[in-house]
């Protein structure tokens, strides 16, 4: 398993569009994506959208970010990617 | 069991059903297997019943077909209930977008009387008080 933490960085937060994105990388690895908020209070499936828009992740949120499976380590990094760049937004 | 898929199509007044469409579209990506009628308030019963066959039969995979509407009671939703088939056609009526994502996202495998309780359900549980959900504490 490989987990860490990455700060949710744009300005609208994991919105719907953004958690899309995100469903639509996790899609593309066999791992098994968990997000969860640093305070305890969220846990997300970086499969379910849904599941995702629950974290209530807003602007500097920090998630941890658990990945287990046998492609764990490029999931890892393609999931802290798509985060850190804030989806590509500003 | 059902290798193919389920096929849904939202049915509302209005334009309501094409914009839901649209922005479960434009978060998840192309969607193949929903379609959209809107019925004009001034439309027809027949047109509207042909309408939604026609939207029925484009989607239809021979896995059965899930009818969203948008109003128990309402034209949309008594129109479709003439297409009530048991396996074949199901209705879940107050279509939002959490369940229209949901049906986007169900697993292939799942029948037509799974994924309509799984949208039915999805639907009830994505109403929240916002206030209670991000400040717990402050909410009474």
């Known amino acids: 398993m490989v987990e860490g933490t990455v700060k949710v960085v744009n300005f609208l937060g994991l919105h719907a569009r953004a958690a899309g994105q995100l469903v639509r990388l996790a899609g593309n690895f066999r791992s098994r994506i968990i997000l969860e908020r640093e305070d305890g209070r969220a846990e997300a499936d970086g499969r379910s959208m849904l599941s995702l828009l629950m974290l209530a992740a807003s602007k500097d949120t920090v998630l941890k970010i658990s990945v287990e499976g046998d492609d764990e380590t490029e999931a890892f990094e393609a999931v802290v990617s798509l985060l850190e760049n804030g989806f590509g937004e500003k | 069991m059902a290798e193919n898929r389920v096929g849904a199509v939202i049915v509302s007044h209005g334009q309501l059903a094409n914009e839901l469409l649209v922005a479960a579209e434009t978060v998840i990506g192309d969607l193949k297997n929903i ?19 026609r939207a029925i039969k484009s989607v239809s995979q021979g896995a059965g077909v899930l009818l969203v509407t948008d109003m128990f009671g309402g034209t949309p939703t008594n129109i479709s209930a003439m297409f009530l088939a048991d396996g074949e056609v199901e209705i879940v009526t107050g279509v939002n977008l959490p369940m229209v994502v949901k049906i986007a996202t169900h697993s292939e495998g799942s029948t037509l009387g799974e994924l309509a ?13 916002t206030a209670a959900l991000l400040e717990p504490a ?3």
């Open chain 2, 35 to 53: 379609a959209a009628v809107s019925i004009g308030w001034h439309d027809d019963v027949e047109a509207a019943k042909e309408a939604i066959d």
């Open chain 2, 138 to 140: 402050k909410a009474k």
């Open chain 2, 117 to 129: 309780r799984e949208v039915e359900e999805q639907g009830k549980q994505s109403i929240y008080r």
